[in-house]
C-alpha cells in the first residue's frame, strides 16, 4: 500500500480486474506472470486477477503438475478501490495480456519478494510445496553452494547464451568464499558444467551434480542459502520463494530487464545480500561471430570485476 500511494500515475483509469490471458513459456516464466499480475493488481487497489486453466500432466513442455495450482479467479483480500486511481506510469496501459513481456517495471526485488510470499506460495503444487518444507540435511547445513545452470535450450537461444555467467564467475565465488561444497543443477550441455565437475575435485572441492526433475530441481534451488543464479526465470523464481536464501550470486551485466524480464534486482530484501560480477563483452560483434561457448569457457579469472554488493536499502538500478 506504501508503494501505490507513492508511485506516479498517468491519466487513464485503472480497470476493474487483471488478466492473464495465457501461460507463456515454462514455469520459470509462470511464476512471473503470477506475481507480475498481482503486483499490477495491488498498485491499481484492484482485487480480482484472473488466470488461464491449470496445465495438467508432468513432462509436457509447460508443465505446472506439481509446481502451480491457481485458481482461475484469485481474490485479493480488502476493498477494491479502483476507481480511485489510475494506472501507474511504470504499468502497461493494458491489464488483459501474458504479464510476462509487459510488466510493470522498476518495481523493487522486496515488494515482489512480498507479493510471491504472500500471494503465489499458497498456491504452489504439493510436492515443490512439501518439499520446501521438509527437515534440512547435513550437506545442505555445510555451507553449500548450489549452482544453477541452463544448458538445456541456449545452444538454439544465442542471446540467452551470452547471457549465462563464464566459468571463471564459478572459480572466483568458490575461491574468495572459501566453499568446499557445491551443489550443480543443470540440464543439458551446461558449457561450463563439466568444467566445474572437472576444476573442482582438483582444487579441493567436493561437486555434487542434480540433474533430477523440475519439480526436485525447483525445490533444490528454492531451499539452498547461497544459491548462483543462471540467466533463467526458472532460478529467479525459486530465489524468491526461498525462506532460507541469505547470498544470491548472478551476473551483472546479462539483459535481466530488457530480455528475461525477470523479477530480481539489485533492492533486494532483508536478511539478503546479491553479489554482482561483470564481464567485458563487445555484444553486437560476438553475438555475430556465434560464439558464446567459447566466450563462457574461456573468459579469465583476472578480469571478472566485483562482486559489486546490493542489500537491502540499494536503489533498484544502481
Excluded at 515454462?26 to 498481482?38: D, L, P
Excluded at 523464481?237 to 523479477?263: C, T
Aim: proline share 7%; glycine share 6%.
Amino acid at each position: 500500500n506504501s508503494l501505490r500511494e507513492t508511485i506516479p500515475r498517468g491519466k487513464a483509469k485503472c480497470p476493474p480486474l487483471v488478466r492473464v490471458d495465457n501461460w507463456n513459456g515454462r514455469i520459470g516464466n509462470h511464476y512471473h506472470q503470477v506475481i507480475q499480475s498481482v503486483v499490477a493488481a495491488l498498485l491499481c487497489g484492484i482485487n480480482e486477477v484472473h488466470y488461464p486453466p491449470h496445465v495438467s500432466g508432468k513432462g509436457k513442455y509447460q508443465q505446472q503438475e506439481g509446481l502451480l495450482d491457481m485458481p482461475r479467479t484469485l481474490v485479493l483480500p480488502g476493498e477494491d478501490v479502483s476507481d480511485e486511481y489510475t494506472i501507474p506510469t511504470m504499468c502497461p496501459a493494458r491489464f488483459t495480456h501474458n504479464w510476462y513481456h509487459m510488466p510493470c517495471k522498476a518495481i523493487p526485488a522486496w515488494y515482489y519478494r512480498q507479493v510471491a510470499v504472500t500471494y503465489l506460495q499458497p498456491h504452489l503444487g504439493d510436492e515443490v510445496s512439501e518439499c520446501i518444507k521438509a527437515p534440512r540435511t547435513a550437506f545442505e547445513e555445510d555451507n553449500l553452494l548450489t549452482i544453477h545452470m541452463r544448458g538445456d535450450d541456449i545452444g538454439a537461444y544465442q542471446q540467452y547464451a551470452w547471457a549465462q555467467p563464464p566459468c571463471s564467475m564459478y572459480e572466483k565465488i568458490i575461491k574468495d568464499e572459501g566453499y568446499r561444497n557445491v551443489l550443480l543443477i543443470k540440464r543439458g550441455n551446461a558449457p561450463c558444467g563439466k568444467w566445474l565437475e572437472t576444476w573442482g575435485p582438483k582444487n579441493g572441492v567436493n561437486v555434487q551434480k542434480s540433474e533430477k526433475s523440475v519439480q526436485q530441481d525447483f525445490c533444490t534451488m528454492a531451499r539452498a542459502r547461497n544459491l548462483v543464479l543462471s540467466f533463467s526465470s526458472f532460478a529467479v523464481s525459486a530465489a524468491f520463494l526461498n525462506p532460507e536464501v541469505q547470498k544470491i550470486y548472478r551476473r551483472k551485466d546479462a539483459a535481466w530487464e530488457s530480455l528475461l524480464r525477470a523479477l530480481m534486482n539489485c533492492a533486494v530484501w532483508k536478511g539478503v545480500k546479491m553479489f554482482e560480477y561483470e564481464f567485458r563483452l563487445t555484444h553486437t560483434k560476438d553475438l555475430q561471430d556465434g560464439k558464446a561457448f567459447d566466450f563462457l569457457q574461456e573468459f579469465p579469472l583476472k578480469e571478472v570485476k566485483g562482486p559489486f554488493i546490493c542489500e537491502y536499502g540499494s536503489p533498484v538500478n544502481p
